[in-house]
């Protein structure tokens, strides 16, 4: 090795070095940050162009009805007269009802699933859930007009007029359709989705959280309610406005069993 070879040598040595000490380059971070700020904001301008649209849609009934057309209760169409109120009652009503049935079974059997069962039952139970979201509503509409409705004339809504009579709410004469026999409906479409997405929740809680609680001396309850389910309460509120979401926008098989009769 000559005078020369040796600083060339260590030129080379120092410029790798240096190009190793630089930092990374921030192009793919940037990239990847600006992508996702416009998909978020490409949500945001959906969402706008979607109001505009439906009152843009809606402008002509909004300027013939007013906006009384949304607390009046008649239906007349060969008069002209036109009255929301009952729809808008129903659809409360019904999805109410509905979250009042299937949101605990939707939570007891996503705790049941990621705390209790047993490994063998667990996938069995879990594909049976995810099946019933796959029925379409049409069908579930005509399983309650020929199948729920008789079986709730006969037996539970005399037992419950019997009982509840006393209220607004049990009064009448018993013909089947009903808020209830919606709200069941209902209940039973929203049910494998509160389910599923309480279910992923459930199994994202960390481990540590039930490992403190035993650690502690709480017992398996214990450890569900206050390590599991109070850690995951803010998924779970998630989880069932989307099932308040799907019951709001169900309308086929609610119009079967409800009455189809706005009133």
């Keep these: 090795m000559d005078a020369t070879t040796g600083p060339a040598i260590a030129?080379?040595?120092?410029?790798?070095?240096?190009?190793?000490?630089?930092?990374?380059?921030r192009f793919g971070d940037k990239a990847f940050e600006w992508l996702t700020l416009l998909m978020a904001l490409g949500l945001v301008?959906?969402?706008?162009?979607?109001?505009?649209?439906?009152?843009?849609?809606?402008?002509?009934?909004?300027?013939?009805?007013?906006?009384?057309?949304?607390?009046?209760?008649?239906?007349?169409?060969?008069?002209e007269q036109f009255g929301a109120l009952p729809f808008i009652y129903g659809t409360l009503v019904s999805s109410l009802v509905a979250l009042l049935i299937a949101v605990p079974l939707s939570i007891a059997t996503a705790a049941y699933l990621t705390e209790l069962a047993p490994l063998?039952?667990?996938?069995?139970?879990?594909?049976?859930?995810?099946?019933?979201?796959?029925?379409?509503?049409?069908?579930?509409?005509?399983?309650?007009?020929?199948?729920?409705i008789p079986w709730l004339r006969d037996y539970p809504f005399p037992l419950l007029k019997r009982l509840f009579g006393w209220?607004?709410?049990?009064?009448?004469?018993?013909?089947?359709?009903?808020?209830?026999?919606?709200?069941?409906?209902?209940?039973?479409?929203?049910?494998?989705?509160?389910?599923?997405?309480?279910?992923?929740i459930l199994r994202s809680v960390p481990n540590l959280q039930r490992e403190a609680?035993?650690?502690?001396?709480?017992?398996?309850?214990?450890?569900t309610r206050i390590a599991v389910l109070s850690y995951a309460k803010n998924g779970l509120f998630g989880a069932v406005i989307l099932g308040l979401g799907r019951a709001l926008g169900e309308t086929m098989a609610v119009t079967m069993v409800i009455g189809n009769t706005p009133q």
């Design 11 to 25: 030129a080379v040595e120092l410029q790798s070095a240096r190009r190793a000490m630089a930092p990374p380059s």
């Design 45 to 79: 301008v959906l969402v706008i162009l979607l109001g505009w649209e439906l009152w843009r849609g809606s402008s002509l009934a909004v300027r013939k009805f007013g906006f009384h057309f949304l607390t009046t209760s008649t239906w007349d169409p060969v008069a």
């Design 120 to 148: 063998w039952i667990r996938q069995p139970l879990v594909s049976l859930i995810e099946m019933l979201a796959a029925i379409p509503s049409v069908i579930l509409g005509l399983w309650g007009i020929f199948v729920m």
């Design 167 to 200: 209220t607004p709410f049990f009064t009448g004469p018993i013909y089947g359709p009903s808020m209830l026999a919606g709200g069941i409906i209902i209940a039973i479409m929203i049910l494998p989705i509160v389910t599923s997405i309480s279910r992923e």
């Design 213 to 223: 609680a035993y650690a502690l001396g709480a017992t398996r309850w214990e450890a």
